[in-house]
């Protein structure tokens, strides 16, 4: 059985029902189909799927790239596909900047949708931490860093000594082979470990 879970945002009932069919015939699992933001963010909320199939164009005043930016300020972690009938230059770097995985123009195949689906999988799982040899415990503290937090500060959040913490951050760096802990929160926030708000308030 596929460990996938897809959440389909599509105001059109054809299509959305066309990629349903799509990926049950693979064994996904489809937690979900809307058609508007708010409708997305609600079922995104319930069922927090790896994967979201969405259209830019949806029913009401915001679009498919506006509803991905806005689950990702919480959820940066599912894959995203989006289809369009539009190719518009503005549009696509609109999109980009969302950091899709893929990007697929209306209409396509079966095939072109399920191979965009594996190549997204496999990108997904290339950048896990684990490639990195981080630990959970590591990317705890990475994240915590993230957030401008101190080693005192992680180390009573963590019921860790802030000597613990100071020996993680120096393993983060040696692993990922970098000279500063905004360094490792770039590569972070590239390989959508986590999201990244800002760099500005790290202890140096």
């Not at 594996?118 to 040899?133: D, F, K, L, P, T």
């Not at 040696?174 to 760099?199: G, M, P």
Request: charged fraction near 25%; proline fraction near 2%.
């Amino acid at each position: 059985m596929n460990n996938e879970t897809v959440l389909i945002i599509e105001d059109s009932e054809f299509t959305s029902a066309l990629i349903e069919d799509y990926l049950l015939s693979q064994n996904f699992v489809v937690c979900g189909i809307a058609s508007s933001f708010y409708e997305a963010q609600t079922l995104f909320e319930i069922h927090q799927p790896t994967i979201i199939i969405c259209d830019i164009h949806l029913d009401g005043n915001k679009n498919g790239i506006e509803c991905i930016k806005t689950i990702k300020l919480n959820f940066p972690h599912p894959l995203v596909i989006f289809i369009s009938s539009d190719s518009k230059r503005e549009i696509l770097l609109k999109a980009q900047k969302t950091k899709p995985h893929a990007y697929l123009t209306k209409p396509f195949t079966k095939d072109q949708l399920l191979t965009a689906i594996e190549m997204a999988i496999i990108i997904r799982q290339g950048n896990h931490y684990s490639n990195y040899n981080l630990t959970d415990k590591e990317i705890e503290v990475l994240r915590l860093l993230g957030e401008g937090k101190s080693n005192k500060q992680i180390g009573e959040e963590l019921f860790i000594s802030h000597h613990t913490v100071d020996s993680r951050r120096r393993k983060i760096m040696l692993k990922l082979n970098v000279n500063s802990i905004n360094q490792a929160l770039c590569i972070a926030s590239e390989k959508e470990w986590f999201q990244v708000e800002t760099y500005n308030a790290l202890i140096k």
